[in-house]
């Protein structure tokens, strides 16, 4: 039997030599490992210092190749693993793909893909507007990610490029029987750029899968210009959670206070008003410095752990610098300092400490290949 196996597969080789030579297949990855020092790192105000994964990428190994169809049709597919370099942990929940698991056609139409992959509107963030390409620390990452979501499950997204003008939608179906609004998502992504500017923004809502149906959507409006070795960043979010979902990305309190009521009260979600800015610039040809502001306004925010409802403001001030040993290699340092106030409390700064305040330093090493 194992005979035979091997003797079908040697023929369907040879046979489809032509199809294999115009196929492509490239393994790729990032290993960023970091040790990093807390000012306060648990509910007692305690400092800390550990190793972390990386402070400027997760850690990855993926899969992605081509298939050459003719006629500049393509098929193309992605498989994406996350990983925490500083334990070998999987991360995305242990899931084997969990940062993307997505197959389709691509041509001059643009591309088509389904699966688990990132939405428009945080690749529009991550590839263009950030001016830390989402950093990976939860410090620094706070904002982009509740935003945006990051990733879905199964999606349906198209990209296209339109000269200077680049669109993308995503699609997640929430599966849920009886209701194909419970549980689904859409994202969308608009982006021009005319030499060294560059305006886009989006819109997302997602719908949770309870009897409510509540939603959290969200506004992007974002701004970057280069100019010389420097390019500087610039945007605004506008989001408004029934779901809880936001507050949990943001590290600062879990529910909106419709939710932490109850009652699902109409017009009583949570509603943030996000506002970051950034720059960048290349000192030399191997040193880099980046610095960001991040700053949000909440409203309607509950904790019930502290019988905290009201309004509060974060805010985080981060810098990095890093030095590039090769093209592949880099040294890094950063350093950030947060701030909450009033119900946007941490959870780990809250009332058995006093303290609303975090500050973090990092050194680390990332390798790409």
Same mark, same amino acid.
């Given at each position: ?20 030579? $115009? ?12 040790? +990093? ?29 081509? %298939?050459?169809?003719? =006629? ?7 498989? %994406? ?10 991360? $995305?929940?242990?899931?084997?793909? =969990? ?12 591309? @088509?893909? *389904?699966?688990? $992959?990132?939405? &428009? ?16 620390? %939860? ?11 990051? +990733? ?5 997204? /198209? ?16 599966? $849920? ?38 939603? &959290?959507?969200?506004?992007? !409006? ?9 390019? @500087?960043?610039?945007? /605004? #979010?506008?989001?408004?959670? &029934? ?22 009260? *109409? =017009?009583? %979600? ?23 502001? /991040? #700053? ?9 752990? !502290?019988?905290? @409802?009201?309004?509060?403001?974060? #805010? ?8 590039? !040993? ?44």
């Amino acid at each position: 039997m194992k005979k035979s196996s091997m003797l079908l597969l040697a023929a369907g080789l040879t046979t489809g030599g032509a199809a294999f030579a $115009q196929s492509s297949v490239t393994i790729y990855g990032i290993v960023d490992t970091s040790i +990093r020092y807390l000012s306060n790192d648990n509910a007692q105000g305690s400092s800390n210092v550990r190793m972390d994964n990386g402070a400027i990428s997760n850690s990855r190994i993926g899969f992605k190749g081509t %298939e050459d169809l003719g =006629g500049g049709l393509k098929a193309v597919f992605r498989l %994406e693993n996350g990983f925490s370099s500083d334990t070998g942990a999987a991360q $995305q929940g242990g899931r084997l793909f =969990g940062r993307q698991s997505w197959v389709g056609l691509a041509g001059d139409f643009g591309k @088509v893909s *389904v699966g688990r $992959q990132n939405t &428009a509107l945080f690749d529009l963030m991550a590839d263009h507007f950030d001016p830390l390409t989402v950093g990976n620390y %939860e410090t620094n990452s706070w904002m982009p990610a509740a935003a945006t979501r990051v +990733r879905s499950d199964n999606t349906v997204r /198209y990209d296209g490029q339109f000269g200077p003008v680049a669109a993308s939608v995503s699609y997640a179906f929430g599966e $849920q029987a009886g209701s194909t609004r419970s549980g689904s998502q859409i994202s969308t992504a608009l982006r021009y750029n005319n030499g060294g500017f560059a305006i886009g923004g989006g819109f997302q809502q997602t719908v949770d899968t309870t009897a409510a149906r509540n939603k &959290a959507t969200t506004y992007n !409006l974002s701004a970057s210009y280069a100019f010389g070795a420097a390019k @500087v960043f610039a945007g /605004y #979010y506008r989001m408004k959670d &029934a779901t809880g979902v936001n507050g949990a990305f943001m590290e600062t309190t879990n529910y909106s206070l419709a939710n932490t009521a109850g009652g699902n009260t *109409v =017009g009583v %979600e949570r509603k943030d008003d996000g506002y970051f800015f950034g720059a960048n610039y290349q000192a030399t040809a191997a040193l880099s410095l980046t610095g960001g502001v /991040y #700053y949000d306004k909440s409203k309607n925010v509950a904790y019930q752990a !502290l019988g905290n @409802v009201g309004d509060g403001k974060r #805010y985080t001030i981060v810098g990095v610098a890093e030095y590039a !040993l090769s093209k592949r290699t880099q040294l890094y340092t950063t350093v950030d300092y947060n701030k909450a106030k009033d119900a946007a409390v941490y959870e780990i700064t809250n009332s058995a400490n006093g303290k609303s305040n975090l500050t973090t330093v990092g050194v680390g090493i990332r390798h790409i290949f």
